[in-house]
């Protein structure tokens, strides 16, 4: 499989819907994916099982705040730039890139990069979604080693950390971001293709083309749950879920620490019954009145209940119609070390993971 100028608007569409709000807006990305695809061609897409045992291979994407990277613009090449820094202090040279999370415009980057490099993509990604921090990327927590790990401004400053673990390398790295201007752009996770075949989530980048689509050609969002639900199972997640449906009548945020930190609140139709939903980057937490009906690793996802079209974290604002979608995490994300990694605990929250439950 190629990515061509005829599937990047439904890429785009499928990784904001995948993002559970982080990531970044897929938006100035696509438009540079589509003149870079106007002018050098199509992105090749490997898949893991093609993979050489041997190929190395690179991960990719974006440190920080979506506030940030929605205000300050990339130049479309950082990603060049930290892929070259990196291969250059660690002797290496990439066969191939992959998205450290497929959701939102870090699941673009990797395509952009690969294009100006002439290598191919990994039809695969770290997460399966977007999560806040290094920590918890499978890569990390099935143990390939996030350092060493380059940083790489528009401006082409970089930096190359060395760290003992993915939980120090975050935090080095996101003191780098903020430096950078609350952004960077960074390339990790030197890994095998052997590494990739037993610890990415497959198939991401073809199953958010093919989410996209139904996004595009979905008439409500009964038709949107319906037709994505099937595509979601046979990829390895559970099946999507109507969560809640009103209209966003608080959105409190800040970044603190090279995150946005906040809460949502949104009153259903009938004004009878509230969810609130607690942010970092990323949509963690929901509840209804009060008791829990969703947390990570599942998917929280957001969108327009007219449009049916993906709202991430920073986009979310007083007056939107929304749906909040569910849908049940990768099977990776369901072990012992992985929920370690990501349960609400994770995030400091005093609670323990909650299965999903379906709205009033």
Same mark, same amino acid.
Not at 178 to 196: Q, T
Not at 248 to 261: A, F, K, L
């Given at each position: 499989m190629k990515i061509s100028l005829e599937n990047v608007d439904d890429l785009a569409l499928g990784t904001a819907f995948l993002s559970t709000g982080g990531g970044g807006d897929p938006y100035i990305y696509k438009l540079a994916l589509n003149n870079a695809i106007a002018e050098s061609g199509s992105v090749p897409l490997v898949s893991p099982a093609d993979l050489d045992d041997t190929a190395t291979v690179i991960s990719l994407g974006g440190v920080g705040a979506p506030m940030i990277g929605s205000e300050k613009l990339p130049n479309g090449v950082e990603g060049v730039h930290a892929v070259r820094l990196l291969e250059d202090y660690a002797d290496v040279k990439a066969d191939a890139l992959i998205a450290a999370e497929?959701?939102?415009?870090?699941?673009?980057?990797?395509?952009?990069t690969a294009l100006h490099m002439e290598i191919p993509v990994v039809d695969a990604d770290g997460m399966g979604r977007a999560y806040p921090e290094t920590q918890m990327m499978t890569f @990390?927590?099935?143990?390939?080693? $996030?350092?060493?790990?380059? *940083? /790489?401004?528009? !401006?082409?400053?970089?930096?190359?950390?060395t760290a003992h673990d993915s939980i120090t390398a975050e935090r080095i790295v996101r003191q780098v971001g903020l430096a950078m201007g609350g952004h960077c752009m960074s390339a990790d996770?030197?890994?095998?293709?052997?590494?990739?075949?037993?610890f990415a989530i497959h198939h991401t980048v073809s199953l958010a083309i093919r989410l996209g689509k139904v996004v595009r050609q979905s008439n409500s969002v009964d038709?949107?749950?319906?037709?994505? @639900?099937?595509?979601?199972?046979? $990829?390895?997640?559970?099946? *999507? /879920?109507?969560? !809640?449906e009103g209209k966003v009548v608080d959105v409190s945020r800040e970044m603190v620490g090279g995150y946005d930190i906040g809460e949502i609140v949104v009153a259903s139709f009938n004004d009878q019954h509230e969810m609130t939903i607690k942010v970092q980057n990323e949509y963690l937490i929901a509840h209804i009145d009060g008791k829990c009906c969703a947390t990570v690793p599942d998917?929280?996802?957001?969108?327009?209940?007219?449009?049916?079209?993906?709202?991430?974290?920073?986009?979310?604002r007083y007056g939107l119609r929304i749906a909040v979608i569910g849908i049940g995490a990768p099977r990776l994300y369901k072990s012992p070390e992985a929920m370690a990694a990501t349960?609400?605990?994770?995030?400091?929250?005093?609670?323990e993971y909650t299965d999903m439950s379906p709205e009033f």
């Amino acid at each position: 499989m190629k990515i061509s100028l005829e599937n990047v608007d439904d890429l785009a569409l499928g990784t904001a819907f995948l993002s559970t709000g982080g990531g970044g807006d897929p938006y100035i990305y696509k438009l540079a994916l589509n003149n870079a695809i106007a002018e050098s061609g199509s992105v090749p897409l490997v898949s893991p099982a093609d993979l050489d045992d041997t190929a190395t291979v690179i991960s990719l994407g974006g440190v920080g705040a979506p506030m940030i990277g929605s205000e300050k613009l990339p130049n479309g090449v950082e990603g060049v730039h930290a892929v070259r820094l990196l291969e250059d202090y660690a002797d290496v040279k990439a066969d191939a890139l992959i998205a450290a999370e497929i959701g939102g415009g870090n699941g673009l980057v990797p395509l952009l990069t690969a294009l100006h490099m002439e290598i191919p993509v990994v039809d695969a990604d770290g997460m399966g979604r977007a999560y806040p921090e290094t920590q918890m990327m499978t890569f @990390s927590i099935y143990g390939i080693s $996030a350092t060493p790990m380059s *940083a /790489v401004d528009e !401006f082409g400053n970089g930096v190359v950390l060395t760290a003992h673990d993915s939980i120090t390398a975050e935090r080095i790295v996101r003191q780098v971001g903020l430096a950078m201007g609350g952004h960077c752009m960074s390339a990790d996770h030197i890994m095998s293709g052997a590494d990739v075949r037993q610890f990415a989530i497959h198939h991401t980048v073809s199953l958010a083309i093919r989410l996209g689509k139904v996004v595009r050609q979905s008439n409500s969002v009964d038709d949107l749950l319906q037709s994505a @639900s099937p595509l979601l199972v046979e $990829a390895g997640y559970g099946a *999507a /879920v109507n969560l !809640f449906e009103g209209k966003v009548v608080d959105v409190s945020r800040e970044m603190v620490g090279g995150y946005d930190i906040g809460e949502i609140v949104v009153a259903s139709f009938n004004d009878q019954h509230e969810m609130t939903i607690k942010v970092q980057n990323e949509y963690l937490i929901a509840h209804i009145d009060g008791k829990c009906c969703a947390t990570v690793p599942d998917l929280i996802c957001v969108v327009d209940r007219d449009t049916l079209l993906p709202i991430t974290s920073e986009r979310v604002r007083y007056g939107l119609r929304i749906a909040v979608i569910g849908i049940g995490a990768p099977r990776l994300y369901k072990s012992p070390e992985a929920m370690a990694a990501t349960s609400p605990r994770a995030f400091g929250f005093d609670m323990e993971y909650t299965d999903m439950s379906p709205e009033f």
